[in-house]
C-alpha cells in the first residue's frame, strides 16, 4: 500500500502561481511513477502531469504545458506541481497518483494508488 497526501491547494488570483506537494508513505516511493490529475464539477478526471521514477522523463497536457511543471524529491519522498499562470479554467481539485512502473502512464486506470486531493480555485 501507498498513501498519497496533498498539500498547497488554496485560493489565488489570476495570474498568480501555487505549488502543490504530495507526500508518499508506505513502499519504496522512487520505485512509482508520479502523476498529477484535476477533476472540475461536472467533467472527468484530466490528467495534467507524469514523471518517471527517477524524474528524467516528463510529460504535460496541452492544457498546462509551459505553465506547470512536475518534479519529484526521492529523499523526501514527495512529488511536487509548480503552476504558474493560473487561470480560471484551472479551478478543480488536484490528485496526486502512483504507478509502480518504469514507463509514464498517463491515463487515470493506468494508476494505483491515489491521494484524497487539495482544492485549487482561480479567481477571475
Known amino acids: 500500500q501507498v498513501q498519497l497526501v496533498e498539500a498547497g491547494g488554496g485560493l489565488v488570483q489570476a495570474g498568480g502561481s501555487l505549488r502543490l506537494s504530495c507526500v508518499a508513505s508506505g513502499r519504496t516511493f522512487s520505485n512509482y511513477a508520479m502523476g498529477w490529475f484535476r477533476q472540475a464539477p461536472g467533467k472527468e478526471r484530466e490528467f495534467i502531469a507524469a514523471l518517471t521514477w527517477n524524474g528524467f522523463t516528463r510529460y504535460y497536457s496541452d492544457s498546462v504545458k509551459g505553465r506547470f511543471t512536475i518534479s519529484r524529491d526521492n529523499a523526501k519522498n514527495t512529488v511536487y506541481l509548480q503552476m504558474n499562470s493560473l487561470n480560471p479554467d484551472d479551478t478543480a481539485v488536484y490528485y496526486c497518483?502512483?504507478?509502480?512502473?518504469?514507463?509514464?502512464?498517463?491515463?487515470?486506470?493506468?494508476?494505483?494508488?491515489w491521494g484524497q486531493g487539495t482544492q485549487v480555485t482561480v479567481s477571475s
Open positions: 497518483a502512483a504507478d509502480r512502473s518504469f514507463m509514464l502512464p498517463l491515463r487515470p486506470q493506468d494508476y494505483d494508488y
